[in-house]
């Protein structure tokens, strides 16, 4: 029932309940809500701020400055600086993110048979039993006809042309209105994340909120785990506050993303060999397409087609994403008046992206001011298909009659027409040639049934150690070529599950 918001004062605010969940989103606010629902007592702690969908700020800018962590500053240490995207928000990145619901592919569960020793035949069945329960929780449908927008519909147009395979989107959204506006937070508040379903149903139910709220550490005596502290930030000024205490009965689930679930046990001394190791992720890049007449990005459904056809073989996942003019002008090169022509012409601009399904592995670790550090490099083979996947949406641009496309890739011509492609088929492999960005993250607390190769076993709880648990991307051993927050929610609804049967 309680939030307890942003607070200042020198008495530090003390709390005690059955399980502590640190973190919001996919994670986190599926565990918070299974627990809730088996009658326990829950305190959700929360780094980010409350906001209900109408405070969502209208710009850009603002959305960097209040939905996301660090401002959208994170990137990766390697050969290329690649964006890492998170939201810091109550809701998580389930607040930015497009919404798309995409079950757990059969052969990921034999990926981890075989690759870290999953002994439970009952998981597929049982994540796929939950997947149906929460697409029903989240009204999860096909983008609706009237919110498509021409973007998404020549896709699926270029996809029949092409003869390969490309369906409509299923997304967590009642309602969509078509204003291509999710990656800002859906001001209309349509997009189902956990902030508008989960986290209010666990306060109705009598859970406690803490926001603007990071987790500093966790509290515990020879590997038994009790609770959780730090101090409140205030959103805007982070100026800190008072400090808070939150003692857990029975456990404490972290949830608090792939980069920073892994840092909270590093700063409480819980280090073990594998934490911050396994680090991957699905590395997009997008490509630009010019055609005679309006397409109108900002009109119709975010992500509304997707194409899972080369998913095997090189390993992509082929997408549209409209995106708002103040993010698009950073692709348009040049100056003055080029610039401004260029400007003009948004309207008559779709992007579309490619996502390699990656094998390269990297690493988490503490960076400058104790903050999550991720050093990965693209290896040539995810080089290769990366590539492969920008000339896959080259090839769908000109199927259905773009004049030209710009593929943001260093050492080619700004713009490429039809019978240019050659150029791209011959385009650099170096990482730093290349506009790629990381929003699907996996791995640091990895999951497995070996101590000293992964951090927590299939349970999610923390090996060596009693009452801690991890149930967020971070357990994620393997990418799953495809969207990742149906297979979060449901492997942190089969952890929150089994702890509460096992009455812990
Ligand atoms: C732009 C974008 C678009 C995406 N689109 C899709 C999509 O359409 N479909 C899909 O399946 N996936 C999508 N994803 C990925 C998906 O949203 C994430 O994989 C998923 O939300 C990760 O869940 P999580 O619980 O691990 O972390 P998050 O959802 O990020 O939640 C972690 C929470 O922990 C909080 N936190 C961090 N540190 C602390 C601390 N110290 N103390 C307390 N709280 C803390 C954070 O503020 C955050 O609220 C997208 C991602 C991005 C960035
Ligand atoms: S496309 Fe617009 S209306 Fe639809 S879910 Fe996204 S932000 Fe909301």
């Known amino acids: 029932m309680t939030h307890y918001a942003y607070q200042t004062g020198r008495e530090t605010l003390e709390l005690e309940v ?5 973190g919001s989103g996919a994670g986190g606010g599926s565990a918070a809500v299974t627990l809730a629902r088996g009658g326990a007592s829950v305190a959700v702690v929360e780094a980010g701020a409350w906001r209900d969908p109408e405070d969502y700020p209208y710009t850009l800018y603002g959305a960097f400055r209040d939905l996301f962590d660090e401002w959208g500053s ?23 993110n497009s919404a798309i619901v995409v079950r757990t592919p059969g052969d990921i569960f034999q990926l981890w048979k075989d690759q ?14 939950y997947q149906d329960q929460i697409e029903r929780e989240l009204s999860v449908c096909p983008v609706p006809t009237e919110s498509m927008g ?10 029949e042309n092409l003869g390969i395979e490309g369906h409509v989107i299923e997304r967590s959204v009642k309602g969509c209105l078509g204003q291509a506006q999710c990656l800002q ?34 509290m515990h005596t020879q590997g038994r785990v009790q609770g959780v502290e730090g101090h409140f930030v205030h959103p805007q000024t982070r100026k800190k506050g008072s400090r808070f205490q939150v003692r857990a009965r029975r456990a404490v689930i972290v949830a608090a993303s792939v980069t920073h679930s892994p840092m909270i046990l590093w700063r409480s001394g819980l280090k073990t060999p594998a934490l911050g190791k396994g680090f991957r992720a699905h590395p997009g890049t997008a490509t630009l397409g010019s055609f005679d007449d309006p397409v109108d990005m900002t009109v119709g459904a975010t992500q509304g087609m997707a194409s899972t056809h080369f998913r095997n073989d090189p390993g992509l996942k082929l997408e549209t994403l409209n995106m708002p003019l103040e993010l698009i002008a950073g692709r348009l090169a040049g100056a003055g008046k080029t610039l401004m022509d260029r400007v003009q012409n948004y309207r008559n ?3 579309w992206v490619a996502a390699v399904r990656a094998q390269s592995v990297g690493t988490i670790r503490p960076g400058i001011g104790g903050k999550p550090q991720v050093f990965y490099t693209m290896n040539k083979a995810d080089m290769l298909r990366l590539r492969q996947g920008s000339i896959q949406l080259a090839h769908l641009f000109f199927a259905v009659g773009a004049k030209a496309i710009m593929p943001g890739v260093h050492g080619l011509p700004y713009a490429l027409g039809p019978d240019q492609i050659h ?11 290349w506009t790629s960005i990381l929003t699907h993250l996996f791995g640091g607390c990895t999951m497995g049934a070996e101590a000293g190769k992964s951090v927590c076993d299939f349970d999610g709880k923390v090996h060596g150690t009693e009452g801690l648990y991890v149930a967020d991307a971070s357990i994620i051993p393997s990418v799953l070529g495809v969207n990742p927050q149906h297979t979060i929610m449901a492997l942190s609804r089969r952890i929150a599950t089994r702890l509460m049967e096992r009455n812990l």
Request: include cysteine; charged fraction near 20%; proline fraction near 6%.
């Open 18 to 22: 059955d399980y502590v969940v640190v």
């Open 74 to 96: 994170s990137v990766t240490m390697g050969r290329a600086l690649s964006p890492v995207l998170q939201a810091r928000t109550m809701g998580g990145t389930t607040v930015i």
């Open 116 to 129: 870290v020793g999953l002994d439970d035949p009952d998981m597929p069945e049982t994540i796929w039993t």
């Open 150 to 159: 021409r973007s998404n519909v020549l896709a699926l147009q270029a996809a």
């Open 185 to 218: 937070g859906c001001r209309a508040g349509r997009k189902q994340s956990t902030n508008v379903t989960w986290i209010p149903e666990v306060r109705r139910r009598g859970g406690t909120v803490l926001s603007c709220a990071p987790v500093r550490r966790l």
């Open 349 to 351: 601009l779709a992007l």
């Open 423 to 433: 150029l791209l088929e011959n385009a650099s492999l170096d990482p730093r040639a």
